[in-house]
């Protein structure tokens, strides 16, 4: 396996954000899209983090996503919204969606904003987290391009459709998340085991003729498989009717018809808050949280809660540097970004 070239964050934070302003953007966007996707990295999960910078790039350039999106709520109804993302960048635009239904939780106790015309928006976590860190207990699921195998098909017939839930933490510790994909692994984390050389374990997923496979490169040409079976199928379909069809959106196998990219434009994202104090409290989720955090640490062990290694790694890699793979570093050098090792 390749060793990583340590980058440091501030650095890589400035360069990433400086050329996405070169590309169109705005500079405050472009300092979010900079800050979300190096979020990624920093928490150990490089299939989600600044490895999309290129692709991002290239839709900017080309028309498919929008540089200076025009967005705009279609619809509020007290403690809902519904957004038109006009195809911006999608971390941008989800920090504004999640914004809202923030805002309206302060006011109503819950609150729920549904975003269409949106991009790929990274990681999940990041959304679910920002909802936290306001006191919030966050929640936000999108559809996506067809990449998994379900019900009998042998190839890509729906998207894994990811699903974050976060809820705050007491004294300003870092909030719990859970994040999954649909599939048994995202396809992002199929391309990262790719570039480091490892065999996938069994069950992941089907090559292109839709046998059973554990080599990365052959599943990437064919397609992943839902976690649990009926389980994983049943939730992605569930995401893809509470986003798509709600919106009255584009559902995964019409975002594929006309780009294959995994840019996902005129994807759906729904994002929910529900604040604590219109329930038992806060203070009140702050102790029970870590109460049953503390049960669990004493009755199973190792037990880790969602969320906590990544947290780890995020305080290592702040000290030592993002860490980025070789073929990573190489592709954000030809971008022009001038990054020192």
């Known amino acids: 396996m390749d060793t990583p070239i340590r980058i440091d964050h501030q650095q890589l934070a400035r360069r990433i954000s400086n050329v996405l302003e070169r590309a169109g953007m705005e500079a405050v966007m472009a300092a979010e899209e900079a800050s979300i996707m190096i979020e990624a990295d920093l928490h150990g999960v490089p299939s989600h983090g600044v490895r999309m910078l290129p692709g991002l790039l290239a839709a900017l350039k080309d028309g498919r996503a929008t540089a200076k999106p025009q967005i705009r709520l279609k619809t509020g109804f007290a403690a809902t919204c519904m957004m038109d993302g006009d195809n911006g960048p999608g971390r941008s635009v989800s920090i504004r969606a999640m914004d809202q239904a923030v805002e ?42 067809p990449t998994m195998a379900a019900w009998g098909a042998t190839g890509k017939i729906i998207g894994n459709n990811p699903l974050a839930i976060a809820l705050p933490r ?26 480091e050389g490892r065999e996938l374990p069994a069950g992941w997923g089907l090559d292109a003729n ?28 569930i995401m893809e009717l509470m986003t798509a069809a709600l919106a009255g959106g584009a559902f995964g196998h019409e975002i594929v018809e006309k780009d294959r990219s995994g840019l996902d434009p005129n994807s ?16 009140t989720l702050h102790v029970r949280v870590d109460s049953y955090l503390s049960y669990l640490g004493e009755a199973a062990r190792p037990f880790t809660w969602p969320g906590e290694r990544g947290w780890q790694e995020r305080k290592h890699n ?16 030809s971008l022009g970004l001038r990054i020192e090792a």
């Open 318 to 333: 702040l000290i030592a540097g993002v860490p980025l793979h070789p073929e990573i570093f190489a592709q954000l050098q």
């Open 210 to 237: 839709g046998q059973p496979s554990t080599d990365a490169k052959a599943i990437l040409s064919g397609a992943v498989l839902p976690f649990g079976g009926h389980k994983g199928a049943g939730l992605a379909l």
């Open 104 to 145: 309206r939780a302060r006011e109503f106790g819950i609150g729920a904003c549904l975003a269409m015309h949106t991009t790929h928006w990274g990681r999940a976590h990041a959304y679910a987290c920002h909802a936290a860190q306001a006191g919030m207990i966050g929640l936000c699921t999108t559809n996506a391009m």
């Open 170 to 195: 007491s004294n300003g510790a870092e909030p719990l998340v859970l994040d999954i994909a649909m599939s048994q692994a995202a396809v992002g984390k199929v391309g990262t085991w790719l570039r």
């Open 268 to 283: 759906c994202k729904l994002f929910i808050a529900m604040n604590p104090d219109a329930f038992g409290g806060l203070e």
